[in-house]
């Protein structure tokens, strides 16, 4: 069934698979007998393609929401936007955020009054469906969400910034004040693109800003069918060089009709929070969408110092440490999958991991989570 449900998906012209689903969960922060309180029931829609179909939407939110609660940074982004001074007019344009910002201290259980088992996201998809978004369509995953979600956060604090920029125009200095202190996404870096003419030698850069870096997983091939891959080596190749044509060389294209170029992706401004998306959609030769099960190895701690832009420049690869925050797994084949989240909490100083699989959750080992098969991956700069 779920088969069919890729195919429809991709007939609606979405770009990734829709995989992230049923899995979306509250997480009693504490001790496991705080667990009492977290609805247990549920348990029909778990693996039926039905539950997907029907409700994978508010899956996909609550799996990204999830994966976001626990990375303090993004959190405390949150709250900042909220919190700077200003008119009503400023904060009312401010649902979104406002409403996520509630949503992370509601399965944190934070706070003070509301439980998780007593809340739901309408109001937060509400608000997101006022600014053009449909959630109600079945082709959105967690990754989707993701994005969805960032683009929103952005037009809001642009028209915050608008709003308080009008309003006090006879405090200038206050205005820029208010418009500089709101920095912008934890989860936004930027790949820089370097391209080398093979001709002449020319060197170029452009930067483009991400939230979550998407990878694409190798082409399937028997010769090596039985690789073991895992995030560096992905991220390695993804951020490799290659060679591409059909760009113009603005030193020496009036001379040579045929040019090459060397491009070299890396990360320029790095994020700190790192959300890695593993590319999982994929076509058999029969033209018929697959998910790839390719076991994926990842680490607690992920150095990306080989892909930092000014230390490929400088050839001194001084390490850039990430630490794992949250997973996203996908379980099953296409044609029947479950979907978990592993997360960290947000909250304590301990090193705690819960597995969250509907409403249930429980608390994980470590070791569990890395033997998980990674759909998404939620990384948080180590200071
Ligand atoms: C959940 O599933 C288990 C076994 O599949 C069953 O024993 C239990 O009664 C179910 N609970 C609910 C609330 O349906
Ligand atoms: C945002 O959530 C935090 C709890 O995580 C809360 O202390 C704060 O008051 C909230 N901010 C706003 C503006 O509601
Ligand atoms: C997702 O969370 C909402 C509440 O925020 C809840 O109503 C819904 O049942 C959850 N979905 C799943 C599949 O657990
Ligand atoms: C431009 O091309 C010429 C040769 O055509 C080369 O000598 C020169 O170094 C190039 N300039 C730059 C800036 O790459
Ligand atoms: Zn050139």
Redesign the pocket.
């Given at each position: 069934m779920l088969k069919s449900f890729l195919r429809q998906y991709w007939l609606t012209g979405a770009a990734t698979i829709a995989v992230v689903a049923s899995a979306a969960y509250y997480v009693a922060i504490g001790e496991p007998d705080n667990f009492q309180n977290v609805k247990k029931s549920k348990n029909k829609s778990r693996n039926k393609l039905a539950g997907l179909v029907n409700e994978g939407n508010t899956c996909f939110i609550n799996t990204t929401l999830q994966a976001l609660a626990s990375c303090p940074i993004f959190i405390w982004w949150i709250d900042s936007i909220l919190e700077k001074p200003s008119s009503d007019a400023a904060g009312n344009c401010l649902e979104t955020t406002s409403s996520l910002n509630l949503t992370m201290a509601v399965i944190n259980n934070q706070h003070p009054t509301i439980s998780a088992d007593l809340f739901n996201t309408r109001q937060l998809i509400q608000s997101l469906e006022k600014h053009g978004w449909n959630l109600k369509s079945e082709e959105q995953d967690a990754h989707e969400f993701f994005n969805m979600l960032f683009t929103t956060i952005d037009e809001e604090i642009n028209k915050k910034s608008k709003i308080v920029k009008g309003i006090s125009i006879d405090d200038e200095q206050d205005t820029t004040t208010v418009c500089q202190s709101i920095s912008s996404s934890p989860f936004r870096g930027n790949l820089a693109s370097q391209l080398c003419?093979l001709?002449?030698?020319?060197?170029s850069v452009r930067y483009d800003a991400f939230e979550c870096l998407s990878i694409p997983l190798p082409k399937l091939d028997m010769r090596n069918a039985f690789t073991m891959l895992n995030v560096q080596g992905l991220l390695k190749q993804f951020l490799a060089a290659e060679t591409v044509g059909e760009v113009q060389c603005d030193?020496?294209s009036v001379?040579n009709g045929k040019i090459v170029f060397m491009k070299q992706l890396s990360l320029g401004k790095l994020p700190q929070c790192l959300c890695l998306h593993i590319q999982r959609c994929d076509w058999t030769n029969a033209g018929q969408l697959t998910k790839r099960q390719d076991l994926v190895k990842f680490s607690e701690e992920l150095n990306v110092g080989n892909v930092v832009y000014t230390n490929r420049l400088s050839g001194n690869l001084k390490p850039v440490t990430y630490r794992l925050r949250a997973v996203v797994e996908h379980l099953g084949m296409a044609d029947s999958g479950h979907f978990v989240t592993f997360r960290r909490n947000a909250v304590d100083g301990r090193a705690k991991w819960f597995y969250t699989s509907d409403t249930y959750i429980r608390t994980a080992t470590l070791e569990e989570v890395l033997k998980s098969s990674p759909y998404m991956l939620f990384y948080e700069r180590c200071a």
């Amino acid at each position: 069934m779920l088969k069919s449900f890729l195919r429809q998906y991709w007939l609606t012209g979405a770009a990734t698979i829709a995989v992230v689903a049923s899995a979306a969960y509250y997480v009693a922060i504490g001790e496991p007998d705080n667990f009492q309180n977290v609805k247990k029931s549920k348990n029909k829609s778990r693996n039926k393609l039905a539950g997907l179909v029907n409700e994978g939407n508010t899956c996909f939110i609550n799996t990204t929401l999830q994966a976001l609660a626990s990375c303090p940074i993004f959190i405390w982004w949150i709250d900042s936007i909220l919190e700077k001074p200003s008119s009503d007019a400023a904060g009312n344009c401010l649902e979104t955020t406002s409403s996520l910002n509630l949503t992370m201290a509601v399965i944190n259980n934070q706070h003070p009054t509301i439980s998780a088992d007593l809340f739901n996201t309408r109001q937060l998809i509400q608000s997101l469906e006022k600014h053009g978004w449909n959630l109600k369509s079945e082709e959105q995953d967690a990754h989707e969400f993701f994005n969805m979600l960032f683009t929103t956060i952005d037009e809001e604090i642009n028209k915050k910034s608008k709003i308080v920029k009008g309003i006090s125009i006879d405090d200038e200095q206050d205005t820029t004040t208010v418009c500089q202190s709101i920095s912008s996404s934890p989860f936004r870096g930027n790949l820089a693109s370097q391209l080398c003419c093979l001709t002449c030698g020319h060197k170029s850069v452009r930067y483009d800003a991400f939230e979550c870096l998407s990878i694409p997983l190798p082409k399937l091939d028997m010769r090596n069918a039985f690789t073991m891959l895992n995030v560096q080596g992905l991220l390695k190749q993804f951020l490799a060089a290659e060679t591409v044509g059909e760009v113009q060389c603005d030193n020496c294209s009036v001379t040579n009709g045929k040019i090459v170029f060397m491009k070299q992706l890396s990360l320029g401004k790095l994020p700190q929070c790192l959300c890695l998306h593993i590319q999982r959609c994929d076509w058999t030769n029969a033209g018929q969408l697959t998910k790839r099960q390719d076991l994926v190895k990842f680490s607690e701690e992920l150095n990306v110092g080989n892909v930092v832009y000014t230390n490929r420049l400088s050839g001194n690869l001084k390490p850039v440490t990430y630490r794992l925050r949250a997973v996203v797994e996908h379980l099953g084949m296409a044609d029947s999958g479950h979907f978990v989240t592993f997360r960290r909490n947000a909250v304590d100083g301990r090193a705690k991991w819960f597995y969250t699989s509907d409403t249930y959750i429980r608390t994980a080992t470590l070791e569990e989570v890395l033997k998980s098969s990674p759909y998404m991956l939620f990384y948080e700069r180590c200071a």
